[in-house]
Protein backbone atom coordinates (compact mmCIF):
# COMPACT_ATOMS: atom_id res chain seq x y z
CA UNK A 1 0.00 0.00 0.00
CA UNK A 2 1.47 3.58 -0.63
CA UNK A 3 0.36 4.72 2.96
CA UNK A 4 2.70 4.59 5.77
CA UNK A 5 0.35 1.19 6.99
CA UNK A 6 2.03 -0.31 3.91
CA UNK A 7 0.56 -3.63 3.65
CA UNK A 8 -2.98 -5.81 3.97
CA UNK A 9 -3.61 -8.96 4.28
CA UNK A 10 -6.03 -10.85 1.72
CA UNK A 11 -7.20 -14.37 3.00
CA UNK A 12 -7.62 -17.65 0.60
CA UNK A 13 -10.30 -20.30 1.81
CA UNK A 14 -10.26 -23.59 0.37
CA UNK A 15 -13.40 -24.26 -1.07
CA UNK A 16 -13.95 -27.53 -2.92
CA UNK A 17 -12.41 -27.44 -6.65
CA UNK A 18 -11.84 -23.51 -5.76
CA UNK A 19 -11.13 -20.86 -3.63
CA UNK A 20 -12.67 -18.03 -2.14
CA UNK A 21 -11.31 -15.02 -1.76
CA UNK A 22 -11.71 -12.23 0.85
CA UNK A 23 -10.66 -8.57 0.48
CA UNK A 24 -8.92 -7.77 -3.30
CA UNK A 25 -6.19 -5.33 -2.70
CA UNK A 26 -5.66 -2.04 -4.17
CA UNK A 27 -5.97 -1.42 -7.74
CA UNK A 28 -2.81 -1.44 -9.35
CA UNK A 29 -0.63 -3.28 -11.81
CA UNK A 30 1.75 -4.98 -9.42
CA UNK A 31 -1.57 -6.64 -7.66
CA UNK A 32 -2.84 -7.47 -10.26
CA UNK A 33 0.25 -9.42 -11.76
CA UNK A 34 0.20 -10.78 -7.95
CA UNK A 35 -3.33 -12.30 -8.08
CA UNK A 36 -2.42 -13.61 -11.96
CA UNK A 37 0.72 -15.45 -10.71
CA UNK A 38 -1.12 -16.65 -7.83
CA UNK A 39 -3.20 -18.36 -10.04
CA UNK A 40 -1.14 -19.79 -12.43
CA UNK A 41 1.22 -21.17 -10.29
CA UNK A 42 1.13 -22.10 -6.37
CA UNK A 43 -3.06 -21.98 -6.82
CA UNK A 44 -2.23 -25.22 -8.78
CA UNK A 45 -4.35 -23.44 -11.58
CA UNK A 46 -7.54 -23.76 -9.03
CA UNK A 47 -9.57 -20.52 -9.71
CA UNK A 48 -11.75 -18.38 -7.72
CA UNK A 49 -15.28 -19.33 -7.35
CA UNK A 50 -16.35 -16.86 -4.82
CA UNK A 51 -15.16 -13.25 -3.74
CA UNK A 52 -16.12 -11.61 -0.34
CA UNK A 53 -15.28 -8.11 0.76
CA UNK A 54 -15.05 -6.99 4.14
CA UNK A 55 -15.95 -3.25 3.45
CA UNK A 56 -15.35 -0.71 0.74
CA UNK A 57 -12.01 1.22 1.15
CA UNK A 58 -9.87 1.13 -1.57
CA UNK A 59 -7.23 -2.07 0.03
CA UNK A 60 -9.90 -4.14 0.49
CA UNK A 61 -12.95 -3.45 -2.47
CA UNK A 62 -10.22 -1.86 -4.80
CA UNK A 63 -9.76 -5.24 -7.44
CA UNK A 64 -13.47 -6.66 -6.95
CA UNK A 65 -14.90 -5.68 -10.56
CA UNK A 66 -11.10 -6.28 -12.03
CA UNK A 67 -11.41 -10.21 -10.24
CA UNK A 68 -15.17 -10.39 -11.23
CA UNK A 69 -14.02 -10.03 -14.63
CA UNK A 70 -11.32 -11.45 -14.97
CA UNK A 71 -12.09 -14.72 -13.19
CA UNK A 72 -15.37 -14.40 -13.54
CA UNK A 73 -16.39 -14.87 -9.93
CA UNK A 74 -18.94 -13.10 -8.35
CA UNK A 75 -18.89 -10.24 -5.59
CA UNK A 76 -20.71 -10.92 -2.15
CA UNK A 77 -20.82 -7.96 0.28
CA UNK A 78 -22.96 -6.53 2.72
CA UNK A 79 -25.47 -3.50 1.13
CA UNK A 80 -23.90 -0.62 3.14
CA UNK A 81 -20.06 -1.68 1.85
CA UNK A 82 -21.53 -1.57 -1.97
CA UNK A 83 -23.80 1.06 -1.86
CA UNK A 84 -21.10 3.31 -0.46
CA UNK A 85 -18.64 2.06 -2.49
CA UNK A 86 -20.66 2.83 -5.86
CA UNK A 87 -21.35 6.23 -4.92
CA UNK A 88 -17.64 7.03 -4.01
CA UNK A 89 -16.85 5.84 -7.24
CA UNK A 90 -18.96 7.87 -9.29
CA UNK A 91 -19.20 11.00 -7.10
CA UNK A 92 -16.76 13.22 -9.46
CA UNK A 93 -19.40 16.64 -9.53
CA UNK A 94 -17.64 19.50 -8.91
CA UNK A 95 -19.73 20.36 -5.75
CA UNK A 96 -18.51 17.13 -4.04
CA UNK A 97 -14.89 18.78 -3.67
CA UNK A 98 -16.44 21.90 -2.63
CA UNK A 99 -18.53 20.31 0.18
CA UNK A 100 -15.43 18.41 1.50
CA UNK A 101 -13.38 22.09 1.60
CA UNK A 102 -16.34 23.49 3.41
CA UNK A 103 -16.49 20.32 5.68
CA UNK A 104 -12.46 20.57 6.63
CA UNK A 105 -12.43 24.48 6.78
CA UNK A 106 -15.08 23.53 9.73
CA UNK A 107 -12.81 21.64 11.57
CA UNK A 108 -9.88 24.07 11.20
CA UNK A 109 -7.92 23.30 8.13
CA UNK A 110 -6.82 26.75 7.13
CA UNK A 111 -6.68 28.32 3.70
CA UNK A 112 -3.73 26.10 2.30
CA UNK A 113 -4.83 22.99 3.53
CA UNK A 114 -8.45 23.57 2.16
CA UNK A 115 -6.60 24.05 -1.14
CA UNK A 116 -4.88 20.79 -0.57
CA UNK A 117 -8.40 19.06 -0.28
CA UNK A 118 -9.56 20.55 -3.11
CA UNK A 119 -6.61 19.66 -5.08
CA UNK A 120 -6.78 16.05 -4.09
CA UNK A 121 -10.36 15.90 -5.04
CA UNK A 122 -12.40 12.48 -4.41
CA UNK A 123 -9.01 10.27 -4.57
CA UNK A 124 -11.55 6.86 -4.30
CA UNK A 125 -11.46 6.31 -8.06
CA UNK A 126 -7.89 6.59 -8.53
CA UNK A 127 -7.29 3.33 -6.47
CA UNK A 128 -10.35 1.46 -7.28
CA UNK A 129 -11.39 -0.42 -10.38
CA UNK A 130 -14.86 0.11 -11.45
CA UNK A 131 -17.28 -1.55 -9.28
CA UNK A 132 -19.08 -4.48 -10.34
CA UNK A 133 -23.12 -3.42 -10.64
CA UNK A 134 -24.35 -6.04 -9.05
CA UNK A 135 -23.29 -8.57 -5.49
CA UNK A 136 -24.50 -10.68 -3.68
CA UNK A 137 -25.92 -9.73 -0.25
CA UNK A 138 -24.63 -10.47 3.11
CA UNK A 139 -26.22 -9.64 6.22
CA UNK A 140 -25.38 -9.94 10.53
CA UNK A 141 -26.06 -13.35 11.15
CA UNK A 142 -26.20 -14.96 8.07
CA UNK A 143 -24.24 -18.46 7.84
CA UNK A 144 -22.15 -18.60 4.19
CA UNK A 145 -20.68 -22.43 3.90
CA UNK A 146 -17.15 -22.46 2.19
CA UNK A 147 -15.74 -25.93 1.69
CA UNK A 148 -18.46 -27.60 3.82
CA UNK A 149 -17.98 -25.38 6.68
CA UNK A 150 -20.38 -23.05 8.47
CA UNK A 151 -18.97 -19.22 8.20
CA UNK A 152 -21.39 -16.99 10.45
CA UNK A 153 -21.03 -13.35 9.17
CA UNK A 154 -20.88 -10.52 11.99
CA UNK A 155 -21.54 -6.98 11.08
CA UNK A 156 -19.38 -4.65 12.68
CA UNK A 157 -19.90 -0.38 12.11
CA UNK A 158 -18.13 2.64 13.09
CA UNK A 159 -14.73 1.79 10.50
CA UNK A 160 -16.99 1.81 7.54
CA UNK A 161 -20.79 1.22 7.20
CA UNK A 162 -21.58 -2.88 7.37
CA UNK A 163 -18.22 -4.10 7.79
CA UNK A 164 -18.25 -7.93 7.50
CA UNK A 165 -16.44 -10.22 9.92
CA UNK A 166 -16.20 -14.26 9.21
CA UNK A 167 -16.46 -16.65 12.22
CA UNK A 168 -15.99 -20.34 11.61
CA UNK A 169 -16.61 -22.15 15.25
CA UNK A 170 -15.21 -25.48 13.63
CA UNK A 171 -11.70 -24.26 12.63
CA UNK A 172 -11.89 -21.21 15.66
CA UNK A 173 -11.18 -18.74 13.17
CA UNK A 174 -12.29 -14.96 13.15
CA UNK A 175 -11.29 -13.16 9.63
CA UNK A 176 -11.81 -9.77 11.52
CA UNK A 177 -11.04 -7.50 8.50
CA UNK A 178 -10.12 -4.00 10.23
CA UNK A 179 -12.78 -3.90 12.84
CA UNK A 180 -10.32 -5.88 15.07
CA UNK A 181 -6.97 -4.96 14.50
CA UNK A 182 -4.13 -6.15 16.92
CA UNK A 183 -1.69 -3.34 17.20
CA UNK A 184 -3.39 -0.22 16.07
CA UNK A 185 -6.75 1.00 16.66
CA UNK A 186 -9.34 0.56 13.43
CA UNK A 187 -9.83 4.31 11.76
CA UNK A 188 -13.22 5.58 13.42
CA UNK A 189 -13.86 8.66 11.45
CA UNK A 190 -16.52 11.49 10.15
CA UNK A 191 -16.19 11.79 6.72
CA UNK A 192 -17.94 14.68 4.91
CA UNK A 193 -20.67 13.17 3.65
CA UNK A 194 -22.21 12.29 6.43
CA UNK A 195 -20.76 15.24 8.66
CA UNK A 196 -23.20 14.47 11.81
CA UNK A 197 -22.03 11.21 12.10
CA UNK A 198 -21.15 9.09 15.67
CA UNK A 199 -19.02 6.43 14.52
CA UNK A 200 -17.23 6.09 17.44
CA UNK A 201 -20.66 5.26 19.36
CA UNK A 202 -21.43 2.94 16.73
CA UNK A 203 -17.38 1.08 16.67
CA UNK A 204 -17.55 0.49 20.69
CA UNK A 205 -21.39 -0.68 20.61
CA UNK A 206 -19.91 -3.17 18.07
CA UNK A 207 -17.19 -4.64 20.11
CA UNK A 208 -19.74 -6.62 22.46
CA UNK A 209 -20.66 -8.61 19.23
CA UNK A 210 -16.87 -10.18 19.44
CA UNK A 211 -16.73 -10.63 23.31
CA UNK A 212 -18.80 -14.28 23.27
CA UNK A 213 -16.16 -16.00 20.54
CA UNK A 214 -13.84 -17.79 22.08
CA UNK A 215 -10.87 -15.91 23.82
CA UNK A 216 -8.00 -18.22 21.63
CA UNK A 217 -9.99 -17.55 18.32
CA UNK A 218 -7.03 -17.14 15.59
CA UNK A 219 -7.86 -13.62 14.31
CA UNK A 220 -7.06 -13.15 10.63
CA UNK A 221 -6.79 -9.52 10.73
CA UNK A 222 -6.54 -7.07 7.39
CA UNK A 223 -2.99 -5.67 8.63
CA UNK A 224 -0.49 -6.86 11.00
CA UNK A 225 -0.10 -10.90 12.02
CA UNK A 226 -2.75 -13.09 12.96
CA UNK A 227 -2.97 -13.36 16.67
CA UNK A 228 -4.94 -14.82 19.51
CA UNK A 229 -6.31 -13.02 22.91
CA UNK A 230 -9.48 -11.93 21.50
CA UNK A 231 -11.08 -10.77 24.55
CA UNK A 232 -7.74 -8.69 25.80
CA UNK A 233 -7.60 -6.63 22.48
CA UNK A 234 -11.21 -5.78 22.73
CA UNK A 235 -10.87 -4.46 25.85
CA UNK A 236 -7.86 -2.60 25.07
CA UNK A 237 -9.58 -0.77 22.28
CA UNK A 238 -12.29 -0.03 24.69
CA UNK A 239 -9.70 1.53 27.23
CA UNK A 240 -7.88 3.21 23.97
CA UNK A 241 -11.06 5.21 23.31
CA UNK A 242 -11.81 5.92 26.52
CA UNK A 243 -8.54 7.66 27.32
CA UNK A 244 -9.10 9.46 24.39
CA UNK A 245 -12.16 10.90 24.84
CA UNK A 246 -10.86 12.39 28.54
CA UNK A 247 -8.15 14.08 27.17
CA UNK A 248 -10.25 15.56 24.07
CA UNK A 249 -13.07 16.28 27.19
CA UNK A 250 -10.17 18.07 29.11
CA UNK A 251 -8.79 20.17 26.16
CA UNK A 252 -12.12 21.72 25.32
CA UNK A 253 -11.85 23.56 29.10
CA UNK A 254 -11.57 26.37 26.49
CA UNK A 255 -13.43 26.75 22.71
CA UNK A 256 -11.19 24.28 20.77
CA UNK A 257 -11.38 23.58 16.95
CA UNK A 258 -11.53 19.84 16.03
CA UNK A 259 -8.09 20.50 14.38
CA UNK A 260 -7.02 21.82 17.95
CA UNK A 261 -8.01 18.11 19.60
CA UNK A 262 -6.64 16.50 16.66
CA UNK A 263 -2.96 17.92 18.16
CA UNK A 264 -4.15 16.25 21.48
CA UNK A 265 -5.02 13.51 20.21
CA UNK A 266 -2.30 12.63 18.03
CA UNK A 267 1.54 14.26 18.85
CA UNK A 268 3.36 13.51 15.77
CA UNK A 269 3.60 15.35 12.16
CA UNK A 270 1.44 13.93 9.81
CA UNK A 271 1.59 14.10 6.09
CA UNK A 272 -2.19 15.05 4.53
CA UNK A 273 -3.53 11.63 3.78
CA UNK A 274 -3.13 11.16 7.36
CA UNK A 275 -4.14 14.33 8.35
CA UNK A 276 -7.25 14.25 6.71
CA UNK A 277 -8.07 10.66 8.63
CA UNK A 278 -6.60 12.15 12.11
CA UNK A 279 -9.24 15.13 11.69
CA UNK A 280 -12.08 12.35 10.95
CA UNK A 281 -10.87 10.61 14.25
CA UNK A 282 -10.85 13.78 16.11
CA UNK A 283 -14.59 14.98 14.98
CA UNK A 284 -15.75 11.33 15.89
CA UNK A 285 -14.42 11.91 19.48
CA UNK A 286 -16.02 14.97 20.07
CA UNK A 287 -19.33 13.59 18.74
CA UNK A 288 -19.16 11.02 20.99
CA UNK A 289 -18.83 13.55 24.12
CA UNK A 290 -21.39 15.76 22.11
CA UNK A 291 -23.93 12.84 22.27
CA UNK A 292 -23.80 12.12 26.00
CA UNK A 293 -23.84 16.14 26.82
CA UNK A 294 -20.63 16.63 27.27
CA UNK A 295 -19.57 18.81 24.92
CA UNK A 296 -21.64 21.84 22.99
CA UNK A 297 -20.67 23.26 19.19
CA UNK A 298 -21.44 26.41 18.02
CA UNK A 299 -19.71 28.08 14.95
CA UNK A 300 -17.67 30.74 14.85
CA UNK A 301 -17.81 32.38 10.70
CA UNK A 302 -16.83 29.52 8.84
CA UNK A 303 -15.45 27.63 11.99
CA UNK A 304 -16.99 25.10 14.25
CA UNK A 305 -15.80 25.35 18.23
CA UNK A 306 -16.49 22.78 20.93
CA UNK A 307 -16.50 23.53 24.76
CA UNK A 308 -17.20 21.34 27.91
CA UNK A 309 -20.58 21.64 28.43
Not at 121 to 144: H, K, S
Not at 271 to 294: S, W
Amino acid sequence: LPFLLDHINLWLLEDGDGWTVVDTGVATDAVKDAWRALFAGPLAGRLAKRMIVTHFHPDHMGLAGWLEEAFDVPLSTSLGEWAFGRMLYWDDAPDTVEMFCAFYGRAGFDRTMRQVVRDRGNPYPERVAPLPNQFIRLQDGQTVTIDGRAWRVIVGTGHSPEHLCLHCPELNVLISGDQVLPRISPNVSVWPHEPEADPLRLFLDSLPKFSGLPDDVLVLPSHDRPFRGLHGRLDALAHHHDQRLADALDACVRPCTALDILKVLFRREMDTHQKIFAIGEALAHLHFLMGQGLVTRRRDGAVDLYQRA
